[in-house]
Nanobody, 115 residues
Framework: QVQLVESGGGLVQPGGSLRLSCVVS????????MDWYRQAPGKQRELVAA???????NYADSVKGRFTIARDNAKKTVSLQMNSLKPEDTAVYYC?????????WGQGTQVTVSS
């Protein structure tokens, strides 16, 4: 059973930074494509950032230039560095691990951007 555990969420003022981490319990981490999603109250879950098993990255237009996704295969971890945070970034952030056959989810971590 693959388990994903996110950490690093919290309350931050507009313009501030947070770094989210997601540790994955698996021996085949390097084969997974890793994503960060977020879901704000009353809204659908949306893809924020993605990194393939080969290291290629992709970002939602709303976070380009502010967020950076990275992976450490040795530590079985994917991170999301979030800078210049805005109130509209407030959401529960989820990491996911995917292959062509399946997708696993973490439990989510709350990010609140407010003064």
């Amino acid at each position: 059973q693959v388990q994903l555990v996110e950490s690093g969420g919290g309350l931050v003022q507009p313009g501030g930074s947070l770094r989210l981490s997601c540790v994955v319990s698996t021996n085949i981490f390097s084969f997974f494509n890793m994503d960060w999603y977020r879901q704000a109250p009353g809204k659908q879950r949306e893809l924020v950032a993605a990194i393939t098993s080969g290291g290629s990255t992709n970002y939602a237009d709303s976070v380009k230039g502010r967020f950076t996704i990275a992976r450490d295969n040795a530590k079985k971890t994917v991170s999301l560095q979030m800078n210049s945070l805005k109130p509209e970034d407030t959401a529960v952030y989820y990491c996911s691990a995917a292959t062509k056959a399946t997708k696993y989810w973490g439990q989510g971590t709350q990010v609140t951007v407010s003064s």
